[in-house]
T-cell receptor, first 118, second 110 residues
Framework: GAVVSQHPSWVICKSGTSVKIECRSLDFQATTMFWYRQFPKQSLMLMATSNEGSKATYEQGVEKDKFLINHASLTLSTLTVTSAHPEDSSFYIC??????????????FGPGTRLLVL | DAKTTQPPSMDCAEGRAANLPCNHSTISGNEYVYWYRQIHSQGPQYIIHGLKNNETNEMASLIITEDRKSSTLILPHATLRDTAVYYCIVRVSDTDKLIFGTGTRLQVFP
């Protein structure tokens, strides 16, 4: 299947700082990417849909000024957690839809980024 | 949006077939059923998806009932590496969004 990468794989930061997480589609171009958050022993929660060249669409209850999303190219979307606090500590996962005919119905997920805010 | 119901956990002996059920009684006619799995501390891995017909690939088989209200994921010969949380998801109509439920934690034992 298609490959999606994330960087960094884990990050520890101090409360009040901002953290940027990158999501890349390595062997395909993705006009749409998705960002999820997962707390321990819970399921994935969709945060937002990232659209190349336009504003992201946020799910209800997700603060757009807190979680800044930029999708500047067809292979890269970034999620910036601004003024991070301990309650933002979580596992952040991105996914991208492979537009290749025959695979266009499928989303592929990155390996995730574990964020710990002290 | 159609919701899915899965048993919280299942056990399976290594080498045996693992049959994971999923109920999606409110599914609409144009909504696909997707299966993903998540091994601990990793991103979800795509397994298979289908609309009406049964599907098979190198990983698994997907059996969808005729009324489309339920489906079963079959891992024909489970291995220890198949231990994971398996998510049955109905893709939201006219969007690409995948809404994850609580999934089934499959434990494959020797």
């Amino acid at each position: 299947g298609a490959v999606v990468s994330q960087h960094p794989s884990w990050v520890i930061c101090k409360s009040g700082t901002s953290v940027k997480i990158e999501c890349r589609s390595l062997d395909f171009q993705a006009t749409t990417m998705f960002w999820y958050r997962q707390f321990p022993k819970q399921s994935l929660m969709l945060m937002a849909t990232s659209n190349e060249g336009s504003k992201a669409t946020y799910e209800q209850g997700v603060e757009k000024d807190k979680f800044l999303i930029n999708h500047a190219s067809l292979t890269l979307s970034t999620l910036t957690v601004t003024s991070a606090h301990p309650e933002d500590s979580s596992f952040y996962i991105c996914s991208a839809r492979d537009p290749i005919t025959g695979r266009q119905e499928t989303q592929y997920f990155g390996p995730g980024t574990r964020l710990l805010v002290l | 949006d159609a919701k899915t119901t899965q048993p919280p956990s299942m056990d399976c002996a290594e080498g045996r077939a693992a049959n994971l059920p999923c109920n999606h009684s409110t599914i609409s006619g144009n909504e696909y059923v997707y299966w993903y799995r998540q091994i601990h501390s990793q991103g979800p891995q795509y397994i298979i998806h289908g609309l009406k017909n049964n599907e098979t690939n190198e990983m698994a088989s997907l059996i969808i009932t005729e009324d489309r209200k339920s489906s079963t994921l079959i891992l024909p010969h489970a291995t220890l590496r198949d231990t994971a949380v398996y998510y049955c998801i109905v893709r939201v109509s006219d969007t690409d969004k995948l809404i994850f439920g609580t999934g089934t934690r499959l434990q494959v034992f020797p």
